[in-house]
Antibody, heavy 118, light 107 residues
Framework: VQVVESGGGLVKPGGSLRLSCATS????????MSWVRQAPGKGLEWVGR??????????DYGAPVKGRFIISRDDSKNTLYLQMNSLKTEDTAVYYC??????????WGQGTLVTVSS | DIQMTQSPSSLSASVGDRVTITCRAS??????LGWYQQKPGKAPKRLIY???SLQSGVPSRFSGSGSGTEFTLTISSLQPEDFATYFC?????????FGGGTKVEIK
């Protein structure tokens, strides 16, 4: 199993960034996928989740990112995305792509650092 | 939103000690709770799902209990590799919420 995030970097407040999460080794199309973030020295925060298409493909977001972030998936590429718009300094964090419950499997990427600073 | 209150925020323990960490939910979440271990610079790793089920490959010294609003993670005999930060996660309702974390340090 491989879960590899990419796309992090330094961006100015108000800017945009798109993260990707490339996966292999499991049936991505049947898996509910989540983004979780961790600000430097802080705890874990759930960003949002996209269900599998057989389960409706619905998307839920945490309040701090709702209306600014968009989660999507491309099952043909086994890839998850996070489009981040109107970025704020408080969005600075390591962003993880993961399979949270109710998935029985526990897969995490290595994380990608997003720094929002002028 | 469901708030997860985790305690203690940190603890010091010795190898071989029994360690208990608690998470309290602001409302009932049945058994929709998991426990995660995170080491510095690494991604979290799930230890327990559905409050008391051991994730595949996790040592049996880890156990979970509880339902409703009170949950406990127990490490029966602390090993050197267990010094880490532990988080609970409720997956009963959106938004999913994590506890604040418990850092387990060497005494």
């Amino acid at each position: 199993v491989q879960v590899v995030e990419s796309g992090g970097g330094l961006v100015k407040p108000g800017g945009s960034l798109r993260l990707s999460c490339a996966t292999s080794g499991f049936t991505f199309s049947n898996t509910w996928m989540s983004w979780v973030r961790q600000a430097p020295g802080k705890g874990l925060e759930w960003v949002g989740r996209i269900k599998s298409k057989p389960n409706g493909g619905t998307i839920d977001y945490g309040a701090p990112v709702k209306g600014r972030f968009i989660i999507s998936r491309d099952d043909s590429k086994n890839t998850l995305y996070l489009q981040m718009n109107s970025l704020k300094t408080e969005d600075t964090a390591v962003y993880y792509c993961t399979t949270l419950p109710p998935n029985s499997a526990d897969f995490w990427g290595q994380g990608t650092l997003v720094t929002v600073s002028s | 939103d469901i708030q997860m209150t985790q305690s203690p925020s940190s603890l010091s323990a010795s190898v071989g000690d029994r360690v208990t960490i608690t998470c309290r939910a602001s409302q009932g979440i049945r058994n929709d709770l998991g426990w995660y271990q995170q080491k510095p610079g690494k991604a979290p790793k799930r230890l327990i799902y559905a409050a008391s089920s051991l994730q595949s490959g996790v040592p049996s010294r880890f156990s979970g209990s509880g339902s409703g609003t009170e949950f406990t993670l127990t490490i029966s005999s602390l090993q050197p590799e267990d010094f880490a930060t532990y988080f609970c996660l409720q997956n009963n309702s959106y938004p999913l919420t994590f506890g604040g974390g418990t850092k387990v340090e060497i005494k």
